[in-house]
């Protein structure tokens, strides 16, 4: 079983950037494609962002040219740059696989985009 631990979220302004984190262990992730959600207030829980084991990537198109991302196989993490960030990205945002029956969810990072 994988287990994973998100981080890098926190308190930006709109317009300013972070890059999430996600750290697995118990079992490699390289053979999987992987991705990010997230969960705002009262709604249910999105997909974000796909990085396929080979490096493809798509996004929702509500963050396409804003976020990006990665993947560091040697590491065992998938990252998430977020650029020009919006009051609409406020969410707690996880991740996890793409496909198929998804591992225990991790606590998430809280992400929060205010003046």
């Known amino acids: 079983q994988v287990q994973l631990v998100e981080s890098g979220g926190g308190l930006v302004q709109p317009g300013g950037s972070l890059r999430l984190s996600c750290a697995a262990s118990?079992?490699?992730?390289?053979?999987?494609?992987m991705a990010w959600y997230r969960q705002a207030p009262g709604k249910q829980r999105e997909l974000v962002a796909v990085?396929?084991?080979?490096?493809?990537?798509s996004y929702a198109d509500s963050v396409k040219g804003r976020f990006t991302v990665s993947r560091d196989n040697a590491k065992n993490t998938v990252y998430l740059q977020m650029n020009s960030l919006k009051a609409e990205d406020t969410a707690v945002y996880y991740c996890?696989?793409?496909?198929?029956?998804?591992?225990?969810w991790g606590q998430g990072t809280q992400v929060t985009v205010s003046s």
């Open positions: 990085i396929t084991r080979g490096g493809s990537t």
């Open positions: 996890n696989s793409a496909l198929g029956i998804p591992w225990s």
């Open positions: 118990g079992s490699t992730i390289s053979i999987y494609a």
